[in-house]
C-alpha cells in the first residue's frame, strides 16, 4: 500500500527556519517524483513544485521559487520542504503528493502556523 | 486567480444532480487530461476522477465526469449529503510547467 506520512504539526516565529517531512512507503522511492501542494486557511490547493528523487531535479512554481528549498535523502525515502526564514504567509497546511494522471496518493498534511 | 477556473460554490437538495465546471486553456485542459479531487471538512484531499472521465475503484458511479474542448465537468447524481465538500480540478500546464488547480467548488446539500 503507498503511503506518505507526513511529520507533525509546527508553531514558528517569523523569520525562523523550518523543514517539515515526507516518508514514502509501498512502492519504489527512486520512480515517482513528490509534489507538495499549499492549503492556505480557507483556501484552495496550490502547487508549489515537485522533486524527482532519481536525479534531485526540481521544478518550483514561479511562486514559490526563491522561498522553499525542496529535497530528497533516498536512504530513508523521505522528501523535505525547507525555509530559511519564515513568514506569517507561510502559515498553511502543506501536503506531499505523488500526483500523476492515473493516480494520486496525499500525504495527510502538516499544518504550520508562523506568528509574527 | 487560479489558472483553471471554477464556479466558487454549488448546492442541490438530495437526490438531485449536480454539475461542477472547470475552464482551462489550450496548454492545460485543452492538452492533456483532467484529475477532480474531493475535499472533506479536515481532511487530505482524495482521487474521485481521472483522465477526464475515469472513476477509481471505489468511487460511486454517482460521480461522472466529461470534457469538451478546454473544459470540463463533475456530475454528482443523486446527490447524498456526504457529497457536502469541497470538490478542485486539476492537470498539467504544458505553458508554466508544472501542474494547476482550479480554485474549487464548495458543494452544499440543502
Known amino acids: 500500500e503507498v503511503q506518505l506520512v507526513q511529520s507533525g504539526v509546527e508553531v514558528k516565529k517569523s523569520g525562523e527556519s523550518l523543514t517539515i517531512s515526507c516518508e514514502a512507503s509501498g512502492y519504489p522511492f527512486f520512480n515517482f517524483c513528490i509534489n507538495w501542494v499549499r492549503q492556505m486557511p480557507g483556501k484552495g490547493l496550490e502547487w508549489m513544485g515537485t522533486?524527482?528523487?532519481?536525479?534531485?531535479?526540481?521544478t518550483y512554481s514561479p511562486s514559490f521559487r526563491g522561498h522553499v528549498t525542496m529535497s530528497t535523502d533516498s536512504s530513508v525515502k523521505t522528501a523535505y520542504l525547507q525555509w530559511s526564514s519564515l513568514k506569517a504567509s507561510d502559515t498553511a497546511i502543506y501536503y506531499c503528493?505523488?500526483?500523476?494522471?492515473?493516480?494520486?496518493?496525499w500525504g495527510q498534511g502538516t499544518r504550520v502556523t508562523v506568528s509574527s | 486567480q487560479s489558472v483553471l477556473s471554477q464556479p466558487p460554490s454549488a448546492s442541490g437538495t438530495p437526490g438531485q444532480r449536480v454539475t461542477i465546471s472547470c475552464s482551462g486553456s489550450i496548454s492545460n485542459i485543452g492538452s492533456g487530461s483532467v484529475n477532480w479531487y474531493q475535499q472533506l471538512p479536515g481532511t487530505a484531499p482524495k482521487l474521485l476522477m481521472y483522465g477526464n472521465d475515469q472513476r477509481p475503484s471505489g468511487v460511486p458511479a454517482r460521480f461522472s465526469g466529461s470534457r469538451s474542448g478546454t473544459s470540463v465537468s463533475l456530475a454528482i447524481s443523486g446527490l447524498q449529503s456526504e457529497d457536502e465538500a469541497d470538490y478542485y480540478c486539476a492537470t498539467w500546464d504544458t505553458s508554466l510547467n508544472g501542474w494547476v488547480f482550479g480554485g474549487g467548488t464548495k458543494v452544499t446539500v440543502l
Open positions: 522533486i524527482c528523487p532519481s536525479d534531485s531535479s526540481t
Open positions: 503528493v505523488r500526483l500523476e494522471f492515473t493516480s494520486t496518493f
